[in-house]
């Protein structure tokens, strides 16, 4: 076994001399073969690309393994670069560093890439199974070195992974500066995001992995958990969710909340799974209650769920279309539907290269065609998608509820071919409203961001469970205040009572996987009183260490996502991204720490513009007003989008907001009832 470095090492850079190669640990779960269709020249150009973090001593050496890399696993990832050190956030205090602000940040980088956190650790992958941190070692061991250096008068720019540098900055500067596969528009297709990737020249950074605030699975178990609860409301006209039955798929990165977030609504959550390490993973995690990969056992234990009532999350070892057909046999055969709910949380953003798996072939099969033959896999991947729709279609005219989780699941089905278009629509269709089934975000989560609630996060850097047990203290005690205040509005009620439960037993549901982190939906009115009784208490040492606040850049600003975040603004401007990067933009100069813009995330490159920060609370009083000043923007900036497209849950937010702050003036439309 090597020997483990110490912190200090891990930041003094690209070692020299350089470590031993490697070979890959199986024992670790790897990303697939990435597919790319380099030319020859590419292909050199790819390995002198990567030959540029090293002296030419060592370029001969590394030339061949980098194309050995480049072969077998379609990107040069530099496994011999892999530090030999337990990754993991560390206590803030515990970095070499000449700014604190800077050490929150390697403790958040080395969140994204802990073992327990990340999806494919060794590839730099943290989630929805292309999600990059960096795109190789290099870039990793390089960018910690600039912030271990870092003072607070500079600031680090990172480009698609690559730490461009350090430039001179202010104070009151970000410290981080990030872009993730921004691209120019006419290149930013599927084959061109494969190519740029393997030449090592951009990156897909999903949401939160290339932007450093990824907190585990944790993330999406709230906004998952709202999601349940209010499509139960919506489209059951039930508060108890009891005996109620919920259907997806992915036990992976962000889908592996899935199973929490079904027991805490209170249903019954049946979630399949191809691999088999993804689904152990959350077993032995806790998240997932009981597993099978037999159906006829699986129909068994549904049946048994519902009627006791439990509250249990049952994982299915293999393809969910299996689970779909099982069920539709079922129907058909009794006249009885065992699923309430129904969506999908496959990565179908990435359908071709690891994000969606054939019925009909194991896993392992699945990663050997897809390498072998990638057109044969598509069209297996495609023909599974029609089967997938046609079974969902069948349970859905029984009295089923189905919608897309955000995951281009209607993108992928309509280029496939299946029955997912409403009667009338054309193939060409472009609209959610020409699917037969909503975005998630059309009929359940849309109100909720144009209210101006969305998943406002947090990280206690001294990585002390007792620190976090007193945030959620702090933000209970908060939120029920302002509750108590005549400033919240009756709409507001609803998702605040949602909050408090959430928060005052997020403890008891041992969501930490990680860095010491919590989720909570909150508004503006919200996050500006957490952040400020955050920071007064790590003033007055009730807190013992800076807190990190952030979002997941799936929130009422941060994303521009037509078939997601955006997906019932219906004026047309659907496909426009301006908010997205109005938005970080002005959260860089209002005090963020750090900003990121990204092309990609959730439904795939090329598909969505989105961004999101992060802010230390320091305890000092500059701290305060930036927190106040960056988080009124970061919300009203989304809401008063929403307003102009028309929705009145935004406009009375928007409006609300301006009597509360004289200096706020935004455009407000007028009805037009023509």
């Excluded at 939906?521 to 800076?546: M, T």
């Excluded at 009422?556 to 603004?569: A, C, K, L, W, Y």
Aim: net charge negative; with cysteine; charged share 20%.
């Amino acid at each position: 076994m090597s020997r483990q470095i110490s912190l200090q090492e891990l930041c003094s850079g690209i070692p020299d001399p350089l470590p031993d190669l490697k070979t890959r640990d199986e024992m670790v779960p790897h990303a697939p073969y990435r597919n790319h269709d380099l030319t020859k020249h590419q292909i050199e150009v790819a390995i002198r690309n990567a030959l540029r973090y090293f002296p030419p001593k060592y370029h001969q050496t590394l030339s061949k393994e980098f194309h050995d890399e480049l072969e077998k696993y379609g990107h040069i990832y530099m496994y011999r670069l892999i530090p030999d050190i337990e990754m993991k956030a560390y206590p803030i205090d515990e970095y070499p560093c000449k700014s604190k602000h800077a050490a929150a940040i390697m403790h958040m980088i080395m969140n994204n890439l802990d073992h327990r956190v990340a999806q494919f650790p060794h590839e730099l992958v943290t989630y929805g199974g292309n999600g990059q941190v960096f795109s190789n070692w290099a870039q990793f061991r390089l960018t910690m070195k600039y912030l271990s250096e870092m003072t607070d008068e500079q600031t680090l720019v990172m480009c698609s992974g690559h730490p461009q540098g350090l430039y001179p900055s202010t104070k009151n500067s970000p410290r981080a500066v990030i872009s993730n596969g921004m691209v120019i528009p006419n290149y930013s297709s599927t084959n061109d995001y494969n190519r740029m990737f393997a030449m090592g020249v951009s990156m897909y950074g999903q949401m939160t992995a290339g932007s450093f605030c990824y907190i585990g699975p944790q993330g999406i178990v709230h906004g998952t958990t709202i999601t349940v609860l209010n499509a139960g409301r919506k489209y059951l006209g039930v508060d108890d969710m009891r005996g109620k039955i919920f259907v997806t798929s992915g036990l992976g990165g962000m889908s592996g909340a899935q199973a929490k977030a079904a027991v805490i609504a209170g249903c019954v959550g049946v979630i399949a799974e191809v691999d088999e390490t993804a689904l152990n993973k959350r077993h032995k995690q806790g998240w997932l209650m009981e597993k099978t990969s037999d159906l006829d056992e699986l129909l068994d234990m549904i049946k048994k769920a519902r009627n006791l009532k439990q509250a249990i999350s049952i994982g299915y070892h293999g393809n969910v279309v299996d689970v779909w057909e099982k069920l539709v046999k079922e129907y058909k055969n009794t006249g009885e539907l065992h699923a309430d709910l129904g969506s999908d949380q496959t990565s179908l953003h990435n359908p071709f290269n690891g994000g969606y798996y054939p019925v009909g072939l194991s896993f392992s099969e699945a990663n050997k065609l897809m390498q072998d033959d990638p057109q044969k896999f598509k069209t297996l991947v495609q023909e599974s998608l029609v089967r997938h729709v046609a079974a969902i279609n069948v349970l859905s005219d029984g009295g089923m509820h189905f919608w897309d989780y955000g995951n281009a699941f209607l993108l992928e089905a309509k280029m496939a071919g299946a029955d997912i278009l409403k009667k009338g629509a054309t193939v060409d269709a472009s609209s959610t409203t020409d699917f037969r089934y909503p975005s998630y975000v059309q009929h359940i989560m849309g109100d909720i961001f144009s209210l101006g609630f969305g998943p406002f996060r947090w990280v206690c850097t001294s990585a002390m469970a007792t620190d976090l047990a007193e945030t959620d203290c702090l933000a209970a005690e908060v939120i029920s205040n302002l509750m108590k205040t005549e400033t919240v509005t009756e709409a507001a009620k609803q998702q605040y009572a949602d909050n408090i439960k959430w928060i005052k037993e997020a403890g008891d549901h041992k969501l930490v996987v990680g860095s010491q982190a919590r989720i909570l939906y909150s508004d503006q009115q919200g996050r500006v009183a957490i952040a400020r009784a955050f920071n007064q208490a790590v003033k007055n040492g009730r807190i013992s260490a800076p807190v990190v606040i952030s979002r997941d850049h799936h929130d009422v600003s941060g994303t521009d996502s037509p078939f997601r975040e955006t997906s019932n603004i219906y004026d047309g401007s659907a496909f426009c991204a301006d908010m997205a990067v109005q938005n970080c933009i002005g959260d860089s100069f209002r005090g963020a720490t750090w900003v990121a813009l990204h092309n990609g995330g959730g439904v795939g490159w090329g598909e969505v513009i989105n961004g999101g920060f992060g802010m230390v609370l320091d305890g000092s009083d500059e701290a305060e007003e930036r927190a106040k000043m960056m988080l009124n923007w970061d919300v009203n900036n989304g809401v008063t989008r929403r307003a102009w497209s028309g929705n009145q849950h935004a406009k009375e937010t928007i409006e609300k907001a301006m009597r509360d702050d004289p200096r706020l003036k935004v455009t407000v439309p007028y009805d037009v009832d023509l």
